[in-house]
Nanobody, 119 residues
Framework: QVHVVESGGGLVQAGGSLRLSCAVS????????MAWYRQAPGKERELVAE???????NYDDFVLGRFTISRDNAKNTADLQMNSLKPMDTAVYYC?????????????WGQGTQVTVSS
């Protein structure tokens, strides 16, 4: 069973920075596709950034240039560095690990970490 745990959320003023970390256990981390999602109150969960097992990254337009996703295969972690934060970035941030088993993608989610940006 893959276990995913996020950390690093908190309260920050607009323009500030936070770094979220996602720790994974129970699987070969280097083979996992990792992603960060977020969900604001009353809204659907949306993709923020993702990084493949080969290191290719992809960002949603609203965070491009402000957020950076990275992974450390030696530490089994995937981090999200968030700079120039805006009140609209306030949400619960979730880490997702994707593993392919016999051609089927399986997703494993963390419990989420709250990020609140004050104006």
């Amino acid at each position: 069973q893959v276990h995913v745990v996020e950390s690093g959320g908190g309260l920050v003023q607009a323009g500030g920075s936070l770094r979220l970390s996602c720790a994974v256990s129970g699987s070969s981390f280097s083979s996992l596709h990792m992603a960060w999602y977020r969900q604001a109150p009353g809204k659907e969960r949306e993709l923020v950034a993702e990084i493949t097992n080969g290191g290719t990254v992809n960002y949603d337009d609203f965070v491009l240039g402000r957020f950076t996703i990275s992974r450390d295969n030696a530490k089994n972690t995937a981090d999200l560095q968030m700079n120039s934060l805006k009140p609209m970035d306030t949400a619960v941030y979730y880490c997702r690990a994707e593993r392919w088993d016999a051609g089927i993608p399986r997703h494993y989610w963390g419990q989420g970490t709250q990020v609140t940006v004050s104006s």
